[in-house]
């Protein structure tokens, strides 16, 4: 794997940790709803699947 590709998997990991970190979850822990799912397992998800694509996009690029 090239050494980009593998500081954005790094950069991508560090923020994931930041942005599900407990006080910034903990914004999201209230009463409201999206779309019938409480915001705080619709922010959790979206975040996950926001991972999984942009994990897909960089390693995608590494195999061409």
């Keep these: 794997m ?4 593998e500081q954005k998997l790094v950069i991508l990991a560090i923020a994931l940790l930041v942005v599900l970190n407990i006080p910034v ?12 799912i409480p915001a705080l397992y619709a922010f959790i998800f979206f975040i ?5 694509v942009i994990s897909y996009i960089i390693l995608s690029k590494h195999y061409e």
């Design 2 to 5: 090239k050494k980009r590709h």
């Design 25 to 36: 979850v903990y914004i999201f822990d209230a009463n409201t709803s999206v779309f019938g």
């Design 48 to 52: 996950w699947f926001l991972a999984i």
